[in-house]
């Protein structure tokens, strides 16, 4: 079965600075995408980012950025220069090895403070 | 291009009633799942399916729940003799071609009285 932790349920950061989610997964796939979302007050899933598990290079959306380790298993997200805005609860997911279904992490709930 | 479209955004039922929960893929996309998030939590996979059929079912409880993706119109996910513990957020999410990268609706929030 797959597993997706994120060990951080609460962070804060300060406006303009920069915040790292962390995320850990298990899966037996090697080609896979990872994805990282926000989910704001008003509960829409928004994709924030994605990468390709066969892709050294991180993926990078604006201020968004990932530090991939595969052999790690780990998929932690970058936020450069936060704004009010971000604040909003973040989950990792994991598709399952037929790629039907995401697995979802317990979440991060990020507050960026003025 | 309309997004992944879902309806009603708040459905309030009595313990023992039905609740439908309606969701309308994104245009050209024939890959439906259902996933339901309680309070505090993250979002856990309910069912997977193509237009007229369940492809995989394996979270979605065997009593009470079902759902359905006609070859026309929405597909539906059905609770029947709703009870306390269905109350949670419901989200539709669609897809092309079965592969990854999912489009969410933004959900249907359930309380049950």
């Known amino acids: 079965a797959q597993t997706v932790t994120q060990s951080q349920p609460e962070m804060s950061v300060q406006e303009a600075e920069t915040v790292t989610l962390s995320c850990t997964y298990d899966?037996?796939?090697?080609?896979?995408?990872l994805f990282w979302y926000k989910q704001p007050p008003s509960r829409q899933m928004i994709l924030v980012i994605r990468q390709e598990a066969y892709k050294q290079q991180n993926a990078t959306e604006n201020r968004f950025s990932v530090n991939f380790q595969k052999a790690a298993k780990s998929f932690s997200l970058k936020i450069s220069d936060s704004q009010l805005g971000d604040t909003a609860m973040y989950f990792c997911a994991v598709p399952n090895n037929a790629g039907n279904m995401l697995t979802f992490g317990g979440g991060t709930r990020l507050m960026v403070k003025p | 291009n309309a997004g992944v479209m879902q309806n009603p955004r708040h459905l309030v039922r009595r313990r023992g009633q039905e609740a439908r929960l309606r969701c309308s893929p994104m245009k050209g996309h024939s890959h439906v799942y259902w996933y339901r998030q309680l309070p505090e939590e993250g979002l856990k996979f309910m069912v997977y399916?193509?237009?007229?059929?369940?492809?995989?079912e394996s979270g979605m409880p065997k009593e009470r729940f079902s759902a359905e993706f006609p070859k026309e119109g929405p597909s539906i996910l059905r609770i029947q003799q709703v009870v306390r513990g269905d109350s949670a957020a419901y989200f539709c999410?669609?897809?092309?071609?079965?592969?990854?990268?999912?489009?969410f609706g933004p959900g249907t929030r359930l309380t049950v009285l």
């Open positions: 999410a669609s897809s092309p071609d079965g592969n990854n990268e999912q489009f």
């Open positions: 399916l193509q237009k007229e059929n369940i492809i995989d």
């Open positions: 899966t037996s796939e090697n080609n896979y995408y």
